[in-house]
């Protein structure tokens, strides 16, 4: 079975076409290589000892998205590519509504023509900004979003399930991620931010790695265990793999006009100052790191209910926090090497 992975360059992209092969399946990349590098394509090839398609094609690109789908006739398509930084996106709100609605609606009007019927996006549990009651589920009302990037991604679901009700044959999921880290345990492949990492693990790793000075944990004044904020971090293998299962479940889907979203998190929460301790025992050493102001836009603490994955798509995270930050660090030795 042959699937798109648009973004299949990406952190998360690259890790989901790895589980694809060992799952069976034909992924095939297109990516614009805007935030990612070719590089990557060398890494997978060395985890499954296979060359993957790969196409440079920008998912806003209507005529080259149909002159591929003319070629290849996939049965699916898993949808990642998207711009991705908060704090950007408030800069330039109408490059990301552009860019992350548009291309998403050139997918699906392509999908319908070429009769392709499953689709997985990459949404995020942003849509919920800082809910009241902890943790999260899936009917937990969606708040306003705190950030352009935030808001592309509500509305591309309510895109999504819009286009789903008018019965084009697509079958759908929306899978909210909450905080994805680590890499592939092989380091074969990983994170690569451009410029200066918004993210903490990547920051953190660089720090670590002696190519920043300091990590500033932002804010230890919140409502929590220790006062910084809480997030549920999932690593990156795990969440690849729900795609995985996520396309299956669409495979045994009987009805035509099925969307639905699912949570996909470990279920547990861990302050900032948590995952810091967790990476300095585990790799055994000591990282520089200072208390600074809250980030505006920060939300105290965020963490999934995941039954629903659990119990529908028979999704469980395998991997803990310690496996993520060993991961990370693995692969972020590898990558200061190299430079
Ligand atoms: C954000 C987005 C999320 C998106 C993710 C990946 C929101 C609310 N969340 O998650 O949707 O999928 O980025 O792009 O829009 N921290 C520090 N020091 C640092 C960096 C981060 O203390 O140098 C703290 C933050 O304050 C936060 C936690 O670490 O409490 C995680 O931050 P980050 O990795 O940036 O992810 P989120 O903001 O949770």
């Excluded at 094609?57 to 003319?70: G, K, S």
């Excluded at 345990?185 to 918004?198: D, K, M, Q, T």
């Excluded at 299962?245 to 889907?253: D, G, R």
């Excluded at 980030?295 to 209910?305: F, L, M, N």
């Amino acid at each position: 079975m042959k699937i798109l992975v648009t973004g299949g360059a990406g952190f998360i992209g690259s890790h989901t076409v790895v589980e694809l092969h060992n799952a069976g399946y034909t992924p095939v990349i297109i990516d614009n290589l805007y935030n990612s590098n070719r590089e990557v394509l060398a890494g997978i090839y060395n985890i499954i000892g296979k060359e993957v398609p790969f196409y440079e094609i920008d998912c806003n690109d209507e005529r080259a998205v149909r002159d591929l789908f003319e070629k290849e006739k996939f049965d699916g398509v898993i949808h990642f590519a998207a711009y991705k930084a908060v704090g950007e996106s408030v800069e330039k709100p109408l490059a990301y509504y552009e860019n992350n609605l548009m291309s998403l609606i050139v997918l699906l009007k392509v999908m319908r023509d070429y009769q392709v019927n499953k689709f997985v996006f990459s949404s995020s549990c942003t849509v919920y900004g800082q809910p009241n009651e902890l943790p999260v589920t899936e009917d937990t009302p969606r708040q306003p979003a705190a950030s352009p990037y935030g808001n592309t991604k509500a509305i591309s679901e309510d895109i999504i399930r819009d286009h789903v009700i008018s019965k084009p044959g697509i079958k759908a999921i929306a899978l909210r991620y909450f905080n994805p880290i680590g890499a592939h345990s092989s380091a074969e492949i990983g994170e690569l931010p451009n410029g200066v990492p918004s993210n903490l693990v990547p920051y953190l790793t660089q720090v670590a790695a002696g190519l920043r000075k300091s990590l500033t944990v932002f804010g230890e004044d919140y409502d929590t265990p220790d006062g910084t904020c809480v997030r549920d971090f999932i690593h990156v293998v795990d969440l690849a793999i729900a795609h995985v299962k996520a396309i299956e479940l669409l495979n045994e889907q009987t009805i035509s006009d099925y969307y639905d979203v699912f949570n996909v998190g470990t279920g547990q929460g861990h302050t900032v100052l948590e995952l810091i301790k967790t990476f300095e025992e585990v790799n055994n050493l000591k990282l520089n790191y200072n208390i600074g102001p809250r980030r505006p836009g920060d939300v105290e603490k965020i963490y999934a209910q995941s039954d629903k994955v659990n119990n529908v798509m028979k999704w469980h995270a395998e991997k803990s926090l310690a496996d993520a930050l060993k991961d990370a660090w693995r692969w972020q030795e590898k990558i200061t090497k190299s430079v």
